[in-house]
């Protein structure tokens, strides 16, 4: 086959048909994975498999045949892939799809095949093809930049009208790239977007003229939409006919209040689909640095809100259990008590030499962070001026560092 013909390019029904896999190395595993979500019934045939194609034959996923090709293997097959490191071998799987007339995939030379895999991307129900005579980088570039258009909504793949309701999208911890594929997808299709003020806000800049953008920020201790008035507000603007994207900071479900608009909506009989979103409780650690857990350092961690302070009735937080546990302690909205706080994890048995680190506006541009311990943590906050929103970690894992 001539690296100048004119591939033709179809998608094959291969649920609950043979495919043989001649090889087992890194290229055989990429392979693999499709073949499986497809429904194909793999073989892989080789002395050796990568341990993450083992784990599959392990799982049952598949068949592993440890030993290498003999002429036969191929019996029954539908579709074949030869893909070790040894090109005898593959020319002669090749030779056997040939006579059996089983289309084959060469890969260590695409022209001696019978048939080319091409750049493949998956979005909401479709499958992305790409071939290029052979030019794989130029056939893997366009597939990502297709798909990239999709999920930015630059490409609208939706020929129906979107149908009103509600999506309560997890916008992610602030960087406008950290939100979910689906999140994006939805907000690009939004008619109304509720926005929270720790959501991805250069995400808002890219909205349509025509699309409604509803400020439900919530400024610490200043100026709140009612929760009240934002269920009231998904709920009439569905009801009008419209598609509501609620863009929230985070995850919806984390000390989002996503959970009361869940309810909100579903008693006033309005359709809600829920996106979860990157917490910033351990992304915001994450980009700072600090493993919210470590080999042999934290084996467990605890998200606590510190919106109410130790000792306050309305607190529903175990400080006593949290002061004699070892592991790491995420602290989400407790600038303004982290006073109080230190002093009861130090009163029931944290060391006042714990670490902790503070990390404010983690992953946007404006991001600062600061190393303490529970004796000096609320004096730092203080010198440096630490605002919300801001994610405190208390735990071993906060002395830790890349640099050893």
């Known amino acids: 086959m001539s690296a100048h013909t004119e591939q033709y390019l179809v998608g094959?029904?291969?649920?609950?048909?043979?495919?043989?896999i001649v090889g087992g190395g890194p290229v055989a595993q990429r392979r693999v994975g499709r073949l499986l979500a497809a429904g194909a019934l793999v073989e892989?045939?080789?002395?050796?498999?990568?341990?993450a194609v083992e784990g599959m034959a392990a799982a049952r996923e598949l068949i592993w045949t440890p030993r290498r090709y003999a002429e036969g293997d191929l019996d029954g097959a539908w579709y074949v892939l030869a893909c070790t490191?040894?090109?005898?071998?593959?020319?002669?799987?090749?030779a056997e799809a040939e006579r059996r007339r089983v289309f084959c995939?060469?890969?260590?030379?695409?022209?001696?095949?019978?048939?080319?895999?091409?750049?493949?991307?998956?979005?909401?129900?479709?499958?992305i093809g790409v071939l290029a005579r052979g030019a794989h980088r130029r056939s893997?570039?366009?597939?990502?930049?297709?798909?990239?258009?999709?999920?930015?909504?630059?490409?609208?793949?939706?020929?129906?009208?979107?149908?009103?309701?509600?999506?309560?999208?997890?916008?992610?911890?602030?960087?406008?790239?950290?939100?979910?594929?689906?999140?994006?997808?939805?907000?690009?299709?939004?008619?109304?977007?509720?926005?929270?003020?720790?959501g991805p806000r250069d995400l808002i800049d890219e909205l349509g003229q025509h699309v409604e953008v509803i400020d439900a920020s919530k400024i610490p201790y200043g100026r709140a939409m009612a929760q009240q008035r934002i269920n009231e507000l998904l709920v009439e603007r569905a009801r009008a006919g419209k598609f509501?994207?609620?863009?929230?900071?985070?995850?919806?479900?984390?000390?989002?209040?996503?959970?009361?608009?869940?309810?909100?909506?579903?008693?006033?009989?309005?359709?809600?689909?829920?996106?979860?979103?990157?917490?910033?409780?351990?992304?915001?650690?994450a980009v700072a640095g600090v493993p919210v857990s470590h080999r042999g350092v934290a084996h467990e961690i605890v998200v606590v809100s510190g919106h109410v302070a130790p000792g306050d009735p309305r607190s529903l937080v175990d400080w006593a259990a949290l002061g004699r546990m070892r592991?790491?302690?995420?602290?989400?909205?407790?600038?303004?008590?982290?006073?109080?706080?230190?002093?009861?994890?130090?009163?029931?048995?944290?060391?006042?030499?714990?670490?902790?680190?503070?990390?404010?506006?983690?992953?946007?541009?404006?991001?600062?962070?600061?190393?303490?311990?529970?004796?000096?943590?609320a004096a730092q906050v203080r010198q440096h001026e630490i605002s919300p929103p801001a994610i405190i970690v208390v735990g071993p894992v906060a002395g830790l560092s890349p640099h050893g």
């Open 105 to 127: 995939v060469r890969a260590d030379d695409g022209a001696a095949g019978t048939a080319a895999t091409p750049a493949t991307g998956v979005f909401d129900g479709l499958t």
């Open 244 to 285: 509501v994207v609620r863009l929230k900071g985070g995850d919806p479900f984390v000390y989002g209040r996503g959970f009361e608009e869940l309810i909100a909506c579903t008693q006033a009989g309005v359709p809600v689909t829920v996106v979860p979103g990157i917490t910033s409780a351990f992304a915001a650690p």
């Open 85 to 94: 490191d040894d090109p005898q071998v593959n020319a002669a799987v090749g």
């Open 12 to 20: 094959l029904q291969l649920a609950g048909r043979r495919v043989v």
């Open 44 to 51: 892989v045939i080789a002395p050796h498999v990568t341990p």
């Open 140 to 198: 893997a570039a366009v597939r990502t930049a297709l798909v990239e258009a999709l999920q930015a909504g630059v490409v609208d793949d939706v020929a129906d009208a979107v149908q009103p309701g509600v999506a309560l999208v997890g916008g992610g911890p602030g960087d406008p790239e950290l939100i979910t594929v689906r999140g994006r997808r939805l907000l690009a299709r939004a008619d109304v977007v509720v926005a929270d003020r720790l």
């Open 327 to 377: 592991g790491t302690v995420v602290l989400m909205m407790a600038v303004e008590r982290i006073a109080p706080i230190a002093a009861a994890l130090i009163e029931y048995g944290r060391p006042a030499d714990t670490p902790v680190a503070v990390i404010q506006d983690g992953t946007t541009r404006i991001q600062r962070s600061l190393r303490a311990t529970l004796a000096t943590v």
